[in-house]
């Protein structure tokens, strides 16, 4: 699954991928571009399907993205690590295996989060 959370609002925007490959990384970040106006900020770790060659060209040719990349191996200064953390914790308590089924739940988990939940569970809201 690759997945943005607005800081603005605390949406989440998530889509499940095969796997976490530079086209796929493309292809989300596309799906990005539709769904927001304006400037985005990027912030993520330093993967190889984040920082790839591939990438790096696709990023450049698309103003409206701007990345900041976090230190290596530290997925504490992610915010969106810790809202994965939660999901997945939640999602793991599913009795039911299939692939289709994990998702489902994932994204019903998502969709019943409101943004304050959603900011509060990164870390990023203390109202």
């Known amino acids: ?3 943005n959370l607005d800081l603005t609002s605390g ?4 889509r499940a991928y095969e ?3 530079s086209d796929c990384t ?5 799906s990005v571009l539709k769904k927001t106006t304006g400037r985005v900020l990027l912030i993520w770790d330093q993967a190889k399907w984040h920082t790839s060659k591939k990438v790096r060209q ?3 040719s698309h103003d409206r993205i701007e990345t900041h990349l976090l230190p290596a191996w530290s997925p ?3 915010p969106m690590e810790d809202l994965w953390r939660e999901l997945f914790g939640r999602v793991a308590a599913c009795l039911e295996r299939s ?3 994990l998702l489902k739940s994932a994204k019903q988990y998502l969709a019943n989060l409101s ?6 569970t990164a870390g990023l809201y203390s109202n």
């Open 1 to 3: 699954m690759y997945g």
């Open 11 to 14: 949406t989440t925007h998530v």
């Open 19 to 21: 796997k976490e490959r």
């Open 26 to 30: 493309i292809q989300h970040l596309e």
């Open 58 to 60: 696709w990023l450049d």
């Open 76 to 78: 504490e200064t992610n």
């Open 99 to 101: 692939l289709d089924t």
């Open 115 to 120: 943004g304050k939940q959603a900011l509060r």
